[in-house]
Nanobody, 120 residues
Framework: QVQLVESGGGLVQPGGSLRLSCAAS????????MGWYRQAPGKERELVAE???????NYIDSVKGRFTISRDYAKNTVYLQMNSLKPEDTAVYYC??????????????WGQGTQVTVSS
């Protein structure tokens, strides 16, 4: 079984920065992509950023130029560097991945979520 362990959330003032980390543990044969979603109170979960196995990245428009997603292939870890944070970035951030494990292909586990609060 694969586990996604997230860290790095917290409270930050507007304009500040946070770095989220998500490490995938277990026997992993292939990772197709790793991404970050977020869900604010009363809103649907949305994809914030993703990094595909070849290294290409995608972002929602509202975070372009402020957030950067990256991956450490050796550690099966994905990061989300968040700069110039705004109150509207406040949400629970979830790590998500699609991967192959010995007993299952194209498996889609989620992290437990980490709270990001942007407030003065």
């Amino acid at each position: 079984q694969v586990q996604l362990v997230e860290s790095g959330g917290g409270l930050v003032q507007p304009g500040g920065s946070l770095r989220l980390s998500c490490a995938a543990s277990g026997i992993i044969l292939h990772i197709y992509y790793m991404g970050w979603y977020r869900q604010a109170p009363g809103k649907e979960r949305e994809l914030v950023a993703e990094i595909i196995s070849g290294g290409s990245t995608n972002y929602i428009d509202s975070v372009k130029g402020r957030f950067t997603i990256s991956r450490d292939y050796a550690k099966n870890t994905v990061y989300l560097q968040m700069n110039s944070l705004k109150p509207e970035d406040t949400a629970v951030y979830y790590c998500h991945t699609r991967l192959d494990v010995p007993a299952r292909s194209r498996y889609d586990p989620w992290g437990q979520g980490t709270q990001v609060t942007v407030s003065s």
